[in-house]
Each structure stands twice: as C-alpha cells, then as structure tokens.
C-alpha cells in the first residue's frame, strides 16, 4: 500500500468517527463529495481536530474551508502538504 | 399621496417617508389586530424600495446593504413587524443577487421582481426541523424539466401575502438532510394549506403562521449552488445584519421616548436632574455601542470576498453581533420602561415602550441565541480569534 493511499484510508476512518455522513465512510471513493455524503459545516469542525491529532499538524484557518474538505483526496493533499511543510522547515 | 419617489429621494428618505406617513399610523392596529401591514407594503411597492437592492440592469438601484440596513431602522421606528417584513424581503432578493446571476431563470426573475415589485417570502423552518435551517427533511423531486416540493412549513412569515417563495429542501430524496437545495417558486405555482396561528406576544403584522407548502414549477428555479453555500455567503451574514438594524431601530425609538419623558421632567424642575436621566445616560451608552457593532460588521461584510464570507472568523463574528444586539436591544427598551414609568407601562401615551419591548422580545427567539452561541462554540475549537485592536 503507497504512502498515499494509507494516507487516504486513515481519512476514510476518521471520516467514519467523526463525519456524521449518512453513508458508511468505508464505502467512499477517494472522490466521492463528501457534502453529498451529509458532512455538515459543524461536523467539520470535528473532522478538523481529529486530523490535526491523527497527523500531527495544524490545519491554518486559511484552509478551513468547503474546498479542503470536499472529498477524501482534498483532505489528503491538504495533509500531505502541511507534512510536506514540516519536512522541508 | 406624494410620490417621493418621482422627486428621486435616497433609499433613506424614501423609507422614512413610508415609515412616519404610513406606519406610524398603522402600527397600533396592526399590532393589536395582528394583521398585515397592507397600507406599508403598498407604500414600499409604490417608492420601489422592494427592488433597490438589484442591480440596474435588473431595474435595481445598486443600493448598498447599508443603505438597506438604514432603511429597515427608520421603518422600526415606527412598525417593527413593517420593518422585519422589509428586512426579511431584503434578505431572500440578497440570495438572488449573490447567486441568481449565472441562471437565465433567475435573472428574468429578478428583472420581473423589480417590474412589478414583488414581496418574497423564505420558507427555511420545517415540522420536526425547528429552527435549524441547515438541515431539511422535505426535499425537491426533480421529474425531467419540472419539480415537485411539498413542505410542511412551520413557519412562513407574510407567507399568505408573498408574491414568490424561496423554500429550502433536500436536493433529492435520498440525499442526507445537510445536502440542500433553494428552490424559487411564484404565487401561481404553489398552494399553502394553513396549518398554524400567528398569534404571539410581539411581532404580531409579521403574520408567520405555518403552511404545508405544496409546489410544482420548473427545475430551472431550483438555484444552482448549494444551499451551504448560499447561506454562508450571503443568507446568514445579511439576515443578522439587517435583523439587527430592525432591533436597533425598535430600541432606538424607545431611546427617543425615553429622552422625550426626561427632558419634560426637566423643564418641569429647572436646576435638577430627573432621577430617569442617569438611566437615559446608560441606555444612550448601550444603543451607541449597538450602533458601532452594526456598522463594523456590515462594513466588513460590504468588503469581504468569496473566502472571508466563507472563513470562520466572519461566522463568529456575525453570531457575535445577533447575539449582543438581540440581547442589548431588549435591555435598552428596559431601561426606557423604567425611565417613562407608568407612561410607558400603559400603551397609547407618547411614551409607550410596550410594544417595543413585546417585538424586541423576538430577536433572541429568530434562530434561538442558544443555537447561535452553539455554533460559535463549535466554530471557536478551530478559529483563532483576532484579539488585536486594529487590523
């Protein structure tokens, strides 16, 4: 399994704690609209700190926005950017 | 009747024309009566201050939300139920101007609603619901070209006198209840089957009673962005800003009254001070502090892009000013209460602050101040909170 795709799979099951969707998390593409699937602005607030514990990083308000959280692949190249960050400071 | 709206009057001016010539006048009955304030919705059609806010190519004036907010405080002044039907009217076509424009449908709308000035109402409550307005159990069911909507509407407010609804629903049955859809519909298009009585302490001529809203129309009136959207970047931060202006606008009158009954005491006794005029003093102190709060925030919404209407520092920031204005405004016509005395306690005397009291009484109630804070709550885990004084 890539880093990538465990990246995804560890979103897919905070999802599932965390998202409030109306579909099981585990069902999801890496696509899928996660709007579509029921993730409220309120639950994201939750999902937000659950990444932020899950990764180690911390999210800036300037991302906390409906296009960071669109799908699971958004919130992976979100992630992965901010580790990337960390990496290179 | 003068026409002030053929000598090219300001929105400002306008509205005050409608607000001291029609409602004033009016305000007592429809309050007691609890019935629509026809003869104020008339004078609005009549000085096209139902269209001011559309652009010109609409038939609009380009006012300002400003210029709005203004007009829905000097309308308070004199009928808050007047003032909120306005506000609420302002706030459903803020909808449309923000997301309508890409949509031939909704633009040919907007132009028909500045023609013949048409009163929209919004129906966003819902049975089982409540209040919580992001969420819908109803939803749209898209058939080829047309939709069909049945929605059991708590609450519509002036719904029997609207000319055009915009309904919240699920975008289909099967989506989560968080997955909605604004849904335009004109008078010919739906039917309302009354359901519940208006029958309230304050904000009587607002005539919210429930309806089952049953409607067909084209699926081109469904509008094209989410509704989570829509509400976050204009319904929200409009409906508190405009809400606020009407209460500012109640506790602003009640102000005046007050000022009125402390300047008679003085004259009656020169070279004292009326004991009601240290409390006139806080009242003038908490209705200043209302007035900057307002101001703040609706210029920083007339200076926002797509992503500060979208953040959570202006969420806070919004549900901070519903919350303090809502509460404040209630404890100025408080304190005007106890400055008139029994001239304020009885109605009908030049110094009457009841139902200022009974309307602003509303304010904590539209969308609860507990919900409100809950958000903000919420939102707090994650915003930062800019504690500096100046940007």
Redesign the interface.
């Given at each position: 399994m890539s880093a990538l795709s465990m990246t995804h799979n560890k979103i897919r099951m905070i999802l599932k704690t965390h998202g409030k969707?109306?579909?099981d998390a585990v069902t999801l593409a890496d696509n899928d609209d996660l709007?579509?699937?029921?993730?409220?602005?309120?639950a994201t607030?939750?999902l937000?700190?659950a990444l932020e514990d899950e990764f180690g990083v911390e999210i800036p308000?300037?991302l906390?926005?409906?296009r960071t959280f669109a799908s699971i692949s958004a919130i992976a190249n979100v992630v992965e950017s901010l580790n990337g960050a960390r990496r290179t400071a | 009747m003068a026409l002030a709206s053929e000598s090219r009057l300001s929105v400002v001016e306008r509205a005050r024309y409608v607000a001291t010539e029609i409602a004033a006048k009016n305000a007592a009955q429809v309050d007691r009566e609890g019935r629509f304030p026809h003869e104020v919705v008339a004078a609005l059609k009549q000085e096209r201050l139902l269209s001011v806010m559309l652009p010109g190519e609409f038939g609009g004036e380009n006012a300002t939300l400003e210029q709005v907010a203004g007009a829905c405080s000097i309308l308070a002044h004199h009928c808050a139920s007047s003032a909120m039907i306005f506000a609420m009217h302002q706030i459903k076509l803020s909808s449309l101007i923000s997301h309508g424009q890409a949509s031939p449908w909704h633009r040919a709308f907007m132009q028909r609603i500045a023609r013949e000035q048409l009163l929209l109402a919004s129906a966003t409550t819902e049975g089982g619901i409540g209040g919580d307005l992001?969420?819908s159990i109803c939803a749209v069911k898209v058939n080829g070209t047309q939709f069909d909507l049945e929605k059991d509407a708590t609450v519509i407010s002036y719904g029997a006198y609207a000319d055009a609804i915009l309904a919240t629903a699920k975008?289909h049955p099967d989506?989560?209840?968080?997955?909605q859809v604004l849904a335009a519909v004109i008078k010919d298009q739906y039917r309302l089957e009354k359901t519940t009585d208006w029958d309230t302490l304050g904000m009587r001529g607002t005539c919210s009673d429930g309806f089952k809203l049953i409607a067909h129309a084209p699926a081109e009136q469904i509008l094209p962005k989410?509704f989570?959207?829509i509400a976050?970047q204009s319904m929200l931060a409009t409906s508190h800003l405009l809400w606020c202006s009407v209460w500012f606008g109640i506790a602003g009158d009640a102000v005046s009254r007050a000022q009125a009954y402390v300047r008679a005491e003085a004259r009656k006794k020169p070279g004292t001070t009326p004991p009601g005029a240290l409390r006139l003093a806080e009242a003038v102190a908490m209705i200043q502090s209302m007035r900057a709060n307002i101001l703040a925030n609706l210029r920083r919404f007339a200076g926002a892009d797509e992503?500060e209407l979208?953040?959570?520092?202006f969420a806070v920031a919004m549900n901070n000013l519903k919350v303090d204005v809502s509460q404040t405004a209630v404890q100025v016509i408080n304190h005007a209460l106890l400055i008139c005395g029994i001239h304020g306690y009885k109605n009908n005397t030049p110094f009457s602050v009841g139902r200022h009291l009974r309307d602003a009484h509303s304010a904590a109630l539209m969308i609860s101040n507990d919900r409100i804070l809950s958000?903000s709550a919420?939102?707090l885990?994650?915003?930062?909170y800019d504690l500096g004084l100046i940007d």
């Amino acid at each position: 399994m890539s880093a990538l795709s465990m990246t995804h799979n560890k979103i897919r099951m905070i999802l599932k704690t965390h998202g409030k969707l109306s579909v099981d998390a585990v069902t999801l593409a890496d696509n899928d609209d996660l709007y579509e699937a029921g993730l409220s602005s309120f639950a994201t607030v939750q999902l937000m700190l659950a990444l932020e514990d899950e990764f180690g990083v911390e999210i800036p308000e300037k991302l906390l926005n409906r296009r960071t959280f669109a799908s699971i692949s958004a919130i992976a190249n979100v992630v992965e950017s901010l580790n990337g960050a960390r990496r290179t400071a | 009747m003068a026409l002030a709206s053929e000598s090219r009057l300001s929105v400002v001016e306008r509205a005050r024309y409608v607000a001291t010539e029609i409602a004033a006048k009016n305000a007592a009955q429809v309050d007691r009566e609890g019935r629509f304030p026809h003869e104020v919705v008339a004078a609005l059609k009549q000085e096209r201050l139902l269209s001011v806010m559309l652009p010109g190519e609409f038939g609009g004036e380009n006012a300002t939300l400003e210029q709005v907010a203004g007009a829905c405080s000097i309308l308070a002044h004199h009928c808050a139920s007047s003032a909120m039907i306005f506000a609420m009217h302002q706030i459903k076509l803020s909808s449309l101007i923000s997301h309508g424009q890409a949509s031939p449908w909704h633009r040919a709308f907007m132009q028909r609603i500045a023609r013949e000035q048409l009163l929209l109402a919004s129906a966003t409550t819902e049975g089982g619901i409540g209040g919580d307005l992001r969420n819908s159990i109803c939803a749209v069911k898209v058939n080829g070209t047309q939709f069909d909507l049945e929605k059991d509407a708590t609450v519509i407010s002036y719904g029997a006198y609207a000319d055009a609804i915009l309904a919240t629903a699920k975008r289909h049955p099967d989506a989560p209840s968080s997955d909605q859809v604004l849904a335009a519909v004109i008078k010919d298009q739906y039917r309302l089957e009354k359901t519940t009585d208006w029958d309230t302490l304050g904000m009587r001529g607002t005539c919210s009673d429930g309806f089952k809203l049953i409607a067909h129309a084209p699926a081109e009136q469904i509008l094209p962005k989410p509704f989570a959207e829509i509400a976050a970047q204009s319904m929200l931060a409009t409906s508190h800003l405009l809400w606020c202006s009407v209460w500012f606008g109640i506790a602003g009158d009640a102000v005046s009254r007050a000022q009125a009954y402390v300047r008679a005491e003085a004259r009656k006794k020169p070279g004292t001070t009326p004991p009601g005029a240290l409390r006139l003093a806080e009242a003038v102190a908490m209705i200043q502090s209302m007035r900057a709060n307002i101001l703040a925030n609706l210029r920083r919404f007339a200076g926002a892009d797509e992503d500060e209407l979208m953040s959570l520092g202006f969420a806070v920031a919004m549900n901070n000013l519903k919350v303090d204005v809502s509460q404040t405004a209630v404890q100025v016509i408080n304190h005007a209460l106890l400055i008139c005395g029994i001239h304020g306690y009885k109605n009908n005397t030049p110094f009457s602050v009841g139902r200022h009291l009974r309307d602003a009484h509303s304010a904590a109630l539209m969308i609860s101040n507990d919900r409100i804070l809950s958000n903000s709550a919420n939102l707090l885990l994650a915003h930062r909170y800019d504690l500096g004084l100046i940007d």
